[in-house]
């Protein structure tokens, strides 16, 4: 997960280039004020409950539906088990109705998809996906309390030098793996 997120993040821009129709805008700016609302943490009490509600429950519920039974099912009817990963991440980013950040959650689905694939357990995309939403909400909570410099509000840009490299570490961390396991992943 932290070998990715540059290569995230730069999807994510390049996302936003994307023109999108006035109604998935509204629908858009709705959300971000949900989530601006949630992130304005002062206290550790308001930290706490948004790292249940924004990285724990959703990296259990999401895992258990997403990998444990949409992923699951893709793999026992498809014969090309990349396209079954593939389509359930688009299932996973297209459920969570921001069309704004579309690319970067298809990511992030195929590599916690490819994470249960490999390794059978749903508790490895499970932790992954706690990681990635949490290091989300404690960053902001830092930011508010003056303890970091980065906003996470704010537009973050990712140098295609630094993505491409992202990609690249990636890949060969997925490789490798590949070769460990033989590509017997668990498919039932």
Same mark, same amino acid.
Request: zero cysteines; a negative charge; proline letters at 5%.
């Given at each position: 997960?932290?070998?990715?997120? *540059? ?11 994307? $023109?999108? $129709? ?21 206290? $550790?009490?308001?930290?706490? !409950? ?6 724990? %429950? *959703?990296?259990? =519920? ?5 990998? =444990? ?38 990511? %992030? =689905?195929?590599?916690? =998809? ?17 990681f990635n939403n949490g290091a ?32 690249? %570490? ?14 017997? !992943?668990?498919?039932?």
């Amino acid at each position: 997960m932290i070998i990715s997120t *540059p290569f995230v993040l730069f999807t994510l821009q390049l996302n936003q280039q994307i $023109p999108l $129709p006035e109604s998935f805008k509204v629908a858009e700016e709705q959300a971000e004020q949900v989530l601006k609302g949630l992130l304005n943490m002062e206290y $550790p009490a308001e930290l706490i !409950g948004n790292l249940i509600l924004i990285a724990v %429950l *959703p990296a259990i =519920g999401e895992e258990i539906v997403f990998r =444990g039974i949409v992923q699951r099912q893709l793999m026992r009817v498809m014969q090309n088990p990349y396209v079954a990963l593939f389509v359930a991440a688009v299932i996973f980013s297209l459920a969570h109705f921001q069309m704004e950040g579309f690319i970067p959650r298809l990511v %992030l =689905g195929m590599v916690l =998809g490819w994470l249960y694939w490999k390794s059978g357990n749903l508790w490895v995309p499970s932790i992954a996906h706690l990681f990635n939403n949490g290091a989300q909400v404690l960053g902001q909570y830092l930011h508010k309390q003056g303890l970091s410099s980065v906003n996470l509000e704010d537009d973050i840009s990712v140098p295609v030098v630094a993505a491409l490299l992202s990609l690249l %570490l990636a890949a060969g961390v997925i490789t490798l793996i590949n070769k460990r396991t033989d590509n017997k !992943g668990y498919q039932s």
